[in-house]
Nanobody
């Protein structure tokens, strides 16, 4: 069974930093594209950043220079470094990944979500 587990969220002050981590567990054959999404209070979930198999990062929903997404395929993990945090960054952050795994006597590729981790930025 494939699971994504986020960690690293918490309560910080404006201008501080946080590093979110997401570890993927299970009978994994390959990790595809990975991403971080966030859902602010009362709003819809939206993408923050994505990173491809080759490590190419895109920051579709993040202010350039403040967030950095990285992946470590050996550790089956993806991280999001967030600097100079602002109150508008307050949200539940979700890890997302395309995962190929062995199950039911065959290879399967599915998209998985983590359970989310709360980030609260207080001014």
């Amino acid at each position: 069974q494939v699971q994504l587990v986020e960690s690293g969220g918490g309560l910080v002050q404006t201008g501080e930093s946080l590093r979110l981590s997401c570890e993927v567990s299970g009978s994994i054959t390959m990790l595809g594209s990975m991403a971080w999404y966030r859902q602010p209070p009362g709003k819809e979930r939206s993408v923050v950043a994505t990173i491809s198999i080759g490590g190419r990062a895109n920051y579709q929903g993040a202010e350039p220079g403040r967030f950095t997404i990285t992946r470590d395929d050996a550790k089956k993990s993806v991280a999001l470094q967030m600097n100079n945090l602002k109150s508008e960054d307050t949200a539940v952050y979700y890890c997302n990944a395309d995962v190929t795994y062995w199950g039911n006597s065959r290879y399967n590729t599915e998209n998985f979500w983590g359970q989310g981790t709360q980030v609260t930025v207080s001014s």
